[in-house]
């Protein structure tokens, strides 16, 4: 699936269509260039899942958790920072736990493993995006 943002506002509408695409045990990979809008789109997709408003980057700390309603939790993590995955991602995530990985893309291995992928690519139209989703990569 692609989409095209024109503003954050419309971002923010795109999280709210792809939120109820997710279920217990999927890991979402967040792709794109420093300043791409991941963690923007992670923070609404976290929202219209009913999590914090106010979700943030977890750059420094490697990992955010969320709790969701119906006893639901969303990891957020980023690895830009780190050399090598952290032990937690090899691991299956936990019963009612979805991920959010931004930078995901840095390990490709491991990138091919996961359930979704979210391309934010840059537009030239100032603060325009394409998000590009594709599900289900590997088996």
Partial sequence: ???????????????AQLAPMLVRGDQVGLIGQLGAGKTFLARHLICAMGGMVDAV??????????PLPRGRVIEHWDL??????????????ATGCIRLIEWADKFPD???TLDF???IKATKERRGR?????????T
């Fill in 1 to 15: 699936m692609e989409y095209r943002s024109g503003s954050e506002a419309e971002t923010a509408q795109i999280a």
């Fill in 57 to 66: 980057s977890p750059s420094y700390v490697l990992c955010m958790e969320y």
């Fill in 80 to 93: 830009y920072r780190v050399k090598a995955l952290p032990e937690d991602l090899i691991e299956p995530p």
């Fill in 110 to 112: 491991f990138a091919a």
């Fill in 117 to 119: 992928k979210v391309e």
């Fill in 130 to 138: 394409i998000i590009v989703v594709s599900g289900m990569v590997s």
